[in-house]
Every structure is written in structure tokens, then in C-alpha cells.
């Protein structure tokens, strides 16, 4: 795994949560994430390592190797700070307290499968993006 990559912890049978990946993938432009779902060997692993309950924080996770993870909207906006065309947008956000971000953010995440419905697997990376999956 490279230590200079961040890591994007998605659940891999949400339809929200995979198009947003995709979102992220289209402009990342600096090759700054590499993906891998919750549900996957390695995700598990990660996610154990750092203790987070995936029981409470079931969405999106981000890892910066070595140095912090972040978990509901904070990895969100951290996503977002790396984005060409989001960088902006996601340090105004960041003027809004966590606690209330969170409030949202949890809104969403709960009601995601009955919004955006769900897949029966994971996502399967074509050919071309296989390599910034883990």
C-alpha cells in the first residue's frame, strides 16, 4: 500500500456511496485516493486497526496513512479539500460546526438504501481503475 495515497473506505452496496467514488475518481486529478469498500477484506483490516465501529460509521471513512482518519462529514469535506473545483466549497463547510454537519450527514446516511437503493455485491472496478482499488 502506498504510505502517500489517502484511503476512501466506502460501503460497496450503496448506490450513493459508489457514486460518489465515481465522482471522486472523475476529478482527483492529482491521484490522491485509492478505494477500497468496507465489506472488503482489506477495508475490514483498516477499519479494525483503527478501532472504528462500523456498526455506528458505515459509509465513508478516510484514511491518511500515518497520520489521521476522518469518519461522516469531516471525511466528506477532507475528500472534498482535495477535489479540483471543491476546495473552496469544502473550507466554507468546514465553518459549520461538526456537530450539526453530522446531523445532516447521519440523515442521509440512514436513509440512503431506501433514497438511492443498493446493490446485492460490490462495485467491480473496470480494467482502467482496478489499479486505485485495494
Known amino acids: 500500500m502506498d504510505e502517500n495515497k489517502k484511503i476512501i473506505l466506502f460501503d460497496g452496496i450503496c448506490n450513493l456511496c459508489n457514486g460518489f467514488i465515481q465522482f471522486v475518481i472523475k476529478r ?40 489521521a482518519y476522518y469518519i461522516k462529514s469531516d471525511a466528506a469535506l477532507q475528500i472534498g479539500s482535495h477535489l479540483k473545483g471543491f476546495r473552496t466549497i469544502s473550507r466554507i463547510l468546514y465553518l459549520i460546526p461538526s456537530g450539526l454537519r453530522n446531523i445532516i450527514y447521519d440523515l442521509i446516511a440512514r436513509y440512503r438504501y431506501a433514497w438511492f437503493g443498493k446493490k446485492d455485491a460490490c462495485m467491480i472496478p473496470t480494467p482502467e481503475l482496478q489499479s486505485k482499488f485495494l
Open 28 to 67: 482527483d486529478t492529482a491521484d490522491t485516493f485509492r478505494y477500497a469498500s468496507l465489506q472488503s477484506e482489506i477495508g475490514q483490516k483498516l477499519v479494525s486497526e483503527r478501532g472504528i465501529d462500523t456498526a455506528r460509521i458505515d459509509s465513508v471513512v478516510l484514511i491518511e496513512p500515518g497520520v
